[in-house]
């Protein structure tokens, strides 16, 4: 596509821009500078033409582009999220393009340990010639889901110079706090107004997600019993020492995310905190099955429930909370979105690949809310880590798939 892209610029100004999430805050969005790179984008779209134009109060931006075809076309929204992961820093984010990359390690320069090698990430032996994004060795890099960002901003800006390009209407939307599980929570989505969805949220180029996870969170609340520790002989039961018992008693050899892969789920322990009288651990719990989920969260019990017995006069409290859904159970009835994304990126000469998405999206969220939203590449590897890379040319073919993809919903319609 002859196009001049302005995709790798847009994604290095929004990475120096801190978007940060905190899975502990009561408030939304969950930190306030989240909304700082939402006033930019909504700027830059007034700026590009884009008369419909919104920020509200949660810091959700919405945006639409009307329709100049003279069919029915449905409503698309493209979609990503704006906040960076809790897992890395994402303040000072220093972006450093590497052109013209040959497969040699890179060197991270503010902190010289740090090593992307193709040993580590063998995908980048894929992108030979390409130019790479990383951050400076300190940070992540935020190209989850800041690439995703880029790519819709300059989608949008090829529609508005390109006239001739006959699309129905597309809506745009960025969300905050996807990274912390709350990226729809306090979504319009009449604002929306769609009748499709993608998110731009994926890895490698081609990558087509329509199957997620399914997710509850669990907490095991363990209740001791406290004395002077100088005068506890046969009195103290220390909730700590239990729920240490407890997760060690926790399979080693699989059902844990480092022991699975492909479709297989898993419990995880997220964090413990607490004392002598009570400690709460905190877990997630994940299966493409929606159903295996009660069977994972009654295995764990059962071992809450082993180990508490050990223990004189201990208790225990156990909770489910669901967090979101595998969006194939909504995806599967509407399979035309995934076979006009792969005439999209044929088009765009890209090979398409339908992949799982060992994780959740607020594309997962959304299919449930009414938005059928499976998950297109944007190219971001290494998330939420120093090592964090993205390439330039990846994040063009996005672009390009979008017009493609515009193009094929108008042509379907009628």
């Not at 502990?24 to 884009?50: C, N, Y």
């Not at 919405?62 to 704006?82: E, G, Q, R, W």
């Not at 939307?173 to 929570?185: A, C, K, Q, S, Y």
């Not at 798939?401 to 009628?414: D, G, R």
Request: charged share 25%; proline share 4%; glycine share 8%.
């Amino acid at each position: 596509m002859n196009y001049n892209y302005s995709v790798a610029e847009k994604f290095m100004r929004y990475v120096q821009v801190d978007t940060q999430s905190d899975p502990m805050s009561t408030s939304f969005p969950s930190t306030e500078k989240q909304k700082d790179l939402a006033k930019i984008l909504a700027q830059e779209l007034r700026d590009m033409g884009v008369a419909e134009v919104e920020l509200d109060e949660y810091g959700y931006v919405y945006a639409s582009l009307p329709s100049n075809s003279t069919k029915d076309v449905p409503v698309i929204c493209f979609c990503s999220h704006m906040d960076t992961a809790p897992d890395c820093s994402g303040k000072d984010v220093k972006p450093i393009l590497h052109k013209n990359y040959q497969g040699q390690d890179i060197i991270l320069p503010d902190d010289t340990t740090q090593i992307i090698t193709t040993k580590q990430h063998p995908y980048l032996a894929q992108r030979i010639g390409d130019d790479l994004i990383t951050a400076s060795g300190l940070t992540l890099l935020g190209a989850d889901d800041k690439a995703g960002l880029a790519i819709i901003m300059d989608y949008v800006q090829y529609v508005i110079q390109h006239p001739e390009l006959i699309h129905g209407k597309i809506s745009i939307l960025f969300t905050p706090d996807e990274e912390v599980g709350r990226g729809v929570e306090k979504i319009n989505m009449q604002k929306i107004g769609a009748n499709y969805g993608y998110t731009l949220d994926g890895g490698e180029r081609g990558a087509l997600e329509s199957e997620s996870f399914s997710a509850d969170g669990a907490v095991a609340t363990i209740h001791g019993i406290s004395a002077h520790p100088g005068y506890a002989k046969g009195k103290l039961v220390s909730a700590i020492k239990i729920a240490s018992a407890f997760v060690d008693a926790l399979p080693k050899t699989d059902w844990s995310p480092e022991t699975t892969e492909d479709r297989q789920g898993y419990i995880h322990p997220m964090s413990i905190e607490g004392g002598i009288e009570k400690t709460i651990v905190r877990f997630i719990v994940r299966d493409f099955e929606t159903a295996k989920l009660k069977e994972h969260e009654d295995r764990l019990e059962k071992i809450l429930q082993e180990t508490v017995a050990k223990y004189p006069g201990a208790k225990y409290e156990f909770t489910v909370h669901e967090q979101y859904r595998n969006m194939m159970d909504i995806i599967k009835d509407v399979p035309h979105m995934l076979d006009y994304a792969e005439e999209a990126m044929a088009r765009a000469g890209v090979k398409a690949e339908r992949w799982l998405i060992r994780g959740g999206t607020d594309g997962s969220r959304l299919s449930f809310m009414g938005l059928p939203c499976p998950n297109i590449f944007t190219g971001e590897m290494g998330i939420h880590s120093k090592h964090e890379y993205v390439s330039v040319q990846d994040m063009q073919k996005a672009v390009d798939t979008l017009i493609y993809l515009t193009q094929v919903w108008e042509e379907k319609s009628v």
